[in-house]
C-alpha cells in the first residue's frame, strides 16, 4: 500500500513537471510571436536572401574594381565627420530629427537604399533612376521618364512616411548616399533656373515679387507684379538677409545640403559629387547589383553652371556679400572638402 500511495506520489510530481514545462513552452511560443508581430524586422536580420546587399558591398567589396572607389569613398565620409566634430565643437544648437526632416530621403525598399536629394544636384535623374529601381518592371529607361512626373511626390516613398520603429530600422540598415555640388554654383545654378527662365512663373511670383520689393528702389509696377527680372545682387541679398532666415526655412534650391539632409545626424555611407557625376552614380548602381543592365543618364554639359560663369556672377556683388554668402553655406564646403573660391574676397 505504501509503495503504490508512493509510486502515485512520483508519477503525481513527473505529471506537474511536465505540465510546467508544456506551459512554460507554451508561453515562450506566444510571447515570440508578439514579438514578431510587433517588430517583423527580427526576421531580416537572420534570415536574409542569400545575396549580399550594397551596403555590404560598400563596406567589404568583393569585386577588386570596387576596391579603388571603397577607399575614396572612405575619405569622403572622414571629412564629413570631421566637420561634423568641428561644428558641434563650436556650436551650442543641439537638436533631435523629427520625421518632418526626413522628407527629402528617398526609400527603395527593393535595393534597400535611402537616397537624400539635392535640388540642383542632377535630382531629377537620380529621382528617374529611383523610379525604375522602385517600379518592380514598370519603368526600365530613366529618360523615359517625363521630368515632372519624376517630381510628383506620390511616385516615390520616402523616409518620413514610415513609423519611427521602421525609420530607425532603415537608417541602420540601409545604404544611405546623397549627391552634392560646390557649393556657390549650386546657387548660381538655382538662381538661373528659377529666375531667368520665363517657364519658371512660379518662382518669379512667389520670390521674384518679394525681392523686388524688398530690394530695389523705384522698381516699376510691372517688377512689383511679375517679379520676372531678379537680379542676382538682389538674390543675394535677399539670402543674407537676417528677415529672410525668420521666415523660416529657405526653399530647398538653395538650402544648405546640412539643412536638406542633416549629415551630422544621419551617417551617410556615400557620399557622391556632381563634379564625378556618372562615376560616382554608377558606381551606387553596381553595389545594387544593376550596373550591367542600368546607367545613370548623361546630362546637358553645354548648360551646366561653371565655375567660369559663377565667378562672373560672384564679380557684381559687393565683398560684403560675398563673406556672407560664404558664411550661409560653409559648412557644406567644410563637409564636402570644396575649397574657398579664387574669385572670393574674404578680406
Not at 557625376?277 to 546607367?295: C, F, K, M, T
Request: hydrophobic content about 35%; overall charge positive.
Amino acid at each position: 500500500m505504501k509503495q503504490t500511495l508512493a509510486e502515485l506520489m512520483r508519477m503525481s510530481r513527473i505529471c506537474r513537471m511536465v505540465f510546467a514545462t508544456c506551459l512554460g513552452s507554451f508561453i515562450l511560443v506566444i510571447f515570440y510571436f508578439q514579438i514578431m508581430r510587433r517588430n517583423p524586422f527580427v526576421v531580416d536580420g537572420c534570415c536574409r536572401k542569400g545575396s549580399r546587399n550594397a551596403l555590404q558591398e560598400l563596406y567589404n567589396p568583393t569585386q577588386p574594381e570596387l576596391s579603388g572607389a571603397a577607399v575614396l569613398h572612405q575619405a569622403r565620409r572622414d571629412q564629413v565627420v570631421d566637420a561634423c566634430r568641428v561644428y558641434s565643437a563650436s556650436s551650442r544648437k543641439r537638436r533631435v530629427l523629427t520625421p518632418g526632416d526626413l522628407k527629402h530621403l528617398v526609400v527603395d525598399e527593393d535595393h534597400e537604399l535611402i537616397y537624400c536629394y539635392v535640388p540642383k544636384v542632377a535630382c531629377t535623374n537620380w529621382k528617374r533612376v529611383m523610379m525604375v529601381l522602385t517600379g518592380r518592371g514598370k519603368y526600365s529607361d530613366p529618360m523615359e521618364i517625363p521630368s515632372n512626373e519624376a517630381h510628383v511626390p506620390s511616385n516615390l516613398k520616402t523616409l518620413n512616411q514610415y513609423s519611427i520603429a521602421e525609420i530607425n530600422h532603415r537608417l541602420k540598415n540601409y545604404l544611405k548616399f546623397l549627391f552634392v555640388r560646390e557649393p556657390f554654383e549650386r546657387l548660381v545654378s538655382a538662381y538661373r533656373n528659377k529666375f531667368t527662365l520665363k517657364y519658371n512663373s512660379s518662382f518669379h511670383k512667389r520670390f521674384g515679387t518679394r525681392i523686388v520689393r524688398r530690394y530695389r528702389k523705384n522698381a516699376t509696377q510691372e517688377a512689383l507684379l511679375n517679379g520676372a527680372d531678379v537680379k542676382f545682387k538682389e538674390f543675394a541679398e535677399y539670402l543674407v538677409d537676417p528677415a529672410t532666415q525668420r521666415d523660416g526655412p529657405l526653399n530647398e534650391h538653395w538650402q544648405t545640403v546640412y539643412q536638406l539632409c542633416h549629415p551630422c545626424h544621419i551617417h551617410y555611407d556615400m557620399v557622391g559629387k556632381y563634379e564625378t557625376l556618372e562615376e560616382d552614380a554608377n558606381y551606387v548602381l553596381r553595389l545594387v547589383g544593376v550596373g550591367d543592365s542600368l546607367r545613370f543618364p548623361s546630362y546637358a554639359k553645354s548648360t551646366r553652371t561653371t565655375d567660369a560663369m559663377t565667378a562672373q556672377f560672384f564679380s557684381n556683388i559687393s565683398t560684403q556679400q560675398q563673406v556672407q554668402l560664404y558664411q550661409l553655406y560653409k559648412l557644406d564646403f567644410l563637409m564636402f572638402n570644396y575649397s574657398i573660391p579664387s574669385y572670393l574676397r574674404l578680406d
